[in-house]
């Protein structure tokens, strides 16, 4: 029986997961998103074309690999229809390949309304990706929420309305449009015919698809740090992005799980608004943005940039118990003279390498860094670590000496090629 590899984002998001599933994708048989939906965006570039990857597992890319859509994700029938057509006019044979778990829940227009309502109420904004997150896993967890198998059943109707009567009140109240009940319903019976041929129990699948040996690639989405309990609460994404979450969002057990992927960058970025250690307000920050192309893939906000925070990545590593690390961008924190990372927090005087997301803990730390000598040269031709630049190599060691992990997958340029795989 095989067992299956985990990618996990181990910072704010937007590692280049994509990247990394896209690459063990070539091996893999089956590949399973677990939790979140369209608010996550993974880019992977294949032959020159950058693929927006939002909700089906970017595995699919290889045209070889089974999509598994699991009930821990919140599912825009809307958006995965445009990403489905998306993927057919590249020639992906997507009716082969797409599974989608008949127990995700669905987002409907009233979730992004509710989005939007309940950020415009908050004093402290989270800077959600406004597309119904939050509200579609409320609905789940008050147990109103419709899922896909609902789409199929003869209550669909009667559901919905139900739904949109209780969200308009309230969208009503705060001023916002309204929804159209009978609108909804026309619309999701066409959305339902389309994904009608995908749909089926992947719990059960996945376990066939482990005992006849499949070697199967769990995608994370979002990070730890947004992770709805171990993140930076209240500034989290509503779901369990971390290890916990695979298992939740996919059915399979612990013993289940191989080799788990941590992926990082060679500096940090995040979204949104909540606490960020490492935050560069200044000309270096801008810089690391340019140079890492750093705007989101579905919002195009620009991202907060950093250093890279060891601190906060070896936290990570401890929640999701990763044995591998996958270092994106080493080509653009090598365009930098000096590089530094930080190793420690200086919290009100006292020293710690510990991390917390404690709200108090994490507005008072001040980063300690170290510095590294940086200007690689051009790292993207370099095919094994071998042939990296010393300077490289001490930047890489480092990070795995400090948080005890093999860097096993290093990224060296932005294109599918420029990936260094080390055997460890
Ligand atoms: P990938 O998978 C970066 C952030 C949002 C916001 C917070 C809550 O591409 O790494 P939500 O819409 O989920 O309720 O927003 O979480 N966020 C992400 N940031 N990458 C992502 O996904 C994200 N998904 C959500 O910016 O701060
Ligand atoms: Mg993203």
Known sequence: MSKASVVLGCFYGDEGKGRVTDFLAKVADVSVRAAGGNNAGHSIIVNGVKFAMRLIPSGILSNRTIAVIGNGVVLNPEVLIGEINMLKEHGIDVDKYLKIS??????????????VMLENSRTVKIGTTKNGIGPAYCDKYERSGIRVEHL??????????????AKNAQLAAAGEPLCDADEIIAK?????????????????????????????????????????????????TSSNTTIGGILSGTGLSAKDVGDVYGVIKAYSSRVGAGPFVTELFDATGDRIRDLGHEYGTVTKRPRRCGWLDLVAVKYAIDINGVNYINLNHLDTIGMFDTIKVCVAYDVNGTITEDFSTNEKFLSAAKPVYKEFEGNFGDVSLCKTYEELPEAAKKYISFIEEYTGTFVKLIGVGADRENMIVREA
């Open 188 to 236: 999701y019976t066409e959305y339902a015919k389309i994904l009608k041929p995908y749909v089926c129990d992947t719990v059960t699948l996945l376990h066939k698809y482990l005992r006849e040996d499949k070697f199967m690639v769990c995608e994370g989405a979002q990070a730890a740090l947004l992770d709805i309990d171990f993140g930076s609460y209240p500034f989290v």
């Open 102 to 115: 008949d127990k995700a829940h669905v987002i409907f227009p009233y979730h992004p309304g509710m989005d």
């Open 152 to 165: 199929y059943c003869d209550q669909f109707e009667s559901m919905v309305r139900g739904q949109v009567e």
